[in-house]
Nanobody
């Protein structure tokens, strides 16, 4: 079992920044990959970024590449998503997820075994 709790969402103006955090508990955090996904109203959930267990590999959606950075601190059992140059289209509920078995930066949500409850990010123009 893995429990995930996100924080750091909020309302920000276009061009602003936010840092999301996801605190994990349960299984050994350093043994599994993590990902961030988002879902806008009326749209399907989409991949944002992922990171391997030892931070050796990362992957980003094309829409956020160069603006967002995923990182993790295994000593703190936490994964982060640093979001810069935010746009209105970045608005949505952001969720972190744990990928316990495929050991890579999977983009499909089907590879993820546990999910947080999500945190709202709203970017206003």
């Amino acid at each position: 079992q893995v429990q995930l709790v996100e924080s750091g969402g909020g309302l920000v103006q276009t061009g602003g920044s936010l840092r999301l955090s996801c605190a994990a508990s349960g299984r050994t955090f350093s043994s599994y990959s993590m990902g961030w996904f988002r879902q806008a109203p009326g749209k399907e959930r989409e991949f944002v970024a992922a990171i391997t267990s030892n931070s050796g590999g990362t992957s980003y959606a094309d829409s956020v590449k160069g603006r967002f950075t995923i990182s993790r601190d295994n000593a703190k059992n936490t994964v982060y998503l640093e979001m810069n140059s935010l746009k209105a289209e970045d608005t949505g509920v952001y969720s972190c997820a744990a990928n316990l078995y495929s050991y890579d930066t999977a983009r499909s949500p089907t590879y993820y075994d546990y999910w947080g409850q999500g945190t709202q990010v709203t970017v206003s123009s």
